[in-house]
């Protein structure tokens, strides 16, 4: 499971008083934590306002990069900002870029400028009309995607896409249709990544963390690749390993058992 740290987004109130305050203290603990829990990216994400994400966006990944060795995922909905941190080269190794979608020309804009490099790219299953609630029309929307990645050379290994899992409190069927989107698209493009943001299946539910990690567990099970999570909440770390195991994703548990000698499940801190 490749897991992209979310700990660093200006959503949260910690992150967004740093970032206005240019406490870089508060960033650099939040990219050690992450790295050390096991984290393959750390997401930067300043969703701030326009006018003044560019600056925060580079004044984040200079403080990530100055602390840790893990590839960093920025994250922006304006492609033309990220493209514009790509260009002036702002991140010293291919990381990952987050995100596109079919919305405008984002794929457009994003493709061109990592192909046939080590970039990762994040796709939304989203287009002009906003997110579809029924998994046939995400599924159309990832296979344009892929099909745009595959024309302008980004190597589709590099590719996740992400079937935007929706509230269970709306929509009973979100398990089952997170479930449809990710074979339907390993069934369509085997060596393209599936990934999620886990949390947001529990939105407006008491005891969060119970549906968080069955939702993990079942995404496992059904072949999710990646996922934008906290690597810092003990309890879903135990589970990826665990659910890695228990689907022979992980020869005879030695992850698992290497894991938690390490201390990143299974004991209080």
């Known amino acids: 499971m490749i897991i992209i740290g979310e700990k660093i987004n200006g959503a949260i109130p910690a992150v967004k008083a740093a970032i206005a305050a240019r406490d870089a203290e508060v960033i650099r603990q939040r990219a050690i934590a992450q790295t050390q829990a096991g984290a393959h990216y750390l997401d930067c994400a300043p969703s701030t306002a326009p006018e003044v994400e560019y600056d925060a966006m580079v004044w984040l990944i200079e403080q990530i990069q100055a602390i840790s060795e893990l590839p960093v995922c920025i ?23 987050n995100s596109v979608n079919e919305e405008g020309d984002k794929c457009e804009t994003i493709f061109p400028l990592i192909a046939g490099t080590d970039w990762n790219v994040l796709g939304l299953t989203c287009d002009k009309e906003g997110i579809p609630a029924q998994p046939e029309k995400k599924l159309e929307i990832a296979k344009r995607i892929i099909d745009k990645a595959d024309h302008y050379g980004v ?23 997170f479930e449809i989107c990710i074979q339907g698209i390993h069934e369509y493009a085997p060596e393209v990544k599936v990934t999620g943001a886990i949390s947001n299946i529990s939105f407006d539910m008491p005891a969060r963390k119970y549906v968080n990690a069955n939702c993990m567990a079942y995404a496992i099970r059904a072949g999710l690749d990646s996922a934008i999570m906290d690597p810092c ?21 030695r992850k698992y058992n290497r894991a938690y000698r390490q201390g990143k499940f299974g004991v209080k801190k």
């Open 75 to 97: 994250d922006s909905p304006n492609a033309k900002l990220l493209a514009r941190i790509l260009e002036e080269g702002h991140v010293h190794k291919p990381g990952m870029v």
């Open 233 to 253: 909440n003990m309890d879903m770390m135990g589970t990826i390993y665990a659910c890695e195991a228990l689907c022979m994703k992980d020869k005879s548990g």
């Open 155 to 177: 190597k589709l290994s590099n590719l996740h896409i992400d079937p935007c899992v929706m509230a269970l409190a709306t929509m009973p069927s979100s398990m089952k249709d």
